[in-house]
């Protein structure tokens, strides 16, 4: 799998997650909320860091 599909599955994973937290019971609604912020987060790092290896240092 490469970084583009990883970035890809993250963020459709978060976007499924705040989808249920939407309809899930009020208290499990933290939860999801709080691992859909962390999917994002990771997206966002992967993104951001993840073609760093492909780099030459000059």
Known sequence: ???REVVRTL???RR?????S???DP???KDYER???A???A???VEQQGDKHRRKDK
Do not use: D, H, K, P
């Open 35 to 37: 691992t859909a912020r």
């Open 22 to 24: 939407r309809v899930c």
């Open 39 to 41: 999917l994002g987060i």
């Open 1 to 3: 799998m490469n970084l």
């Open 27 to 29: 208290v499990f609604a």
């Open 11 to 13: 963020r459709f994973e």
């Open 43 to 45: 997206a966002s790092i």
């Open 16 to 20: 499924r997650v705040l989808a249920m």
